[in-house]
């Protein structure tokens, strides 16, 4: 079992965080090289999805929450990683 890229179905190499991005708008995990083909054709929003990559933690938590009240469980498991961590502003969860 392992995670592919969407947009190329191509395995993603372990360990992950470093061979690929993970979009909050999407909940999607694309492999650098989809990635770097994008960003050479000039498009610099989302990958997958074509929406405006948020360029602060505001903007992030934003999207996040919009999946969330949509009860998109990758978004919920995200979601309560940023709260276990302390990640985007949010108060570190400290139970």
């Not at 999946?67 to 139970?95: N, P």
């Amino acid at each position: 079992e392992g995670h592919f890229c969407p947009i190329c179905t191509l395995p993603i190499s372990l360990p992950m965080e470093d061979h690929s991005l993970f979009n909050t708008c999407c909940m999607k995990l694309i492999c650098n090289g989809c990635a770097m083909a994008a960003h050479k054709r000039g498009m610099f929003d989302c990958s997958f999805c074509r929406s405006p990559c948020p360029d602060n933690d505001a903007d992030r938590l934003a999207m996040i929450m919009t999946r969330v009240r949509k009860k998109d469980h990758e978004a919920i498991y995200f979601l309560g990683q940023q709260y276990f961590f302390g990640e985007l502003g949010l108060q570190k969860d400290m139970r």
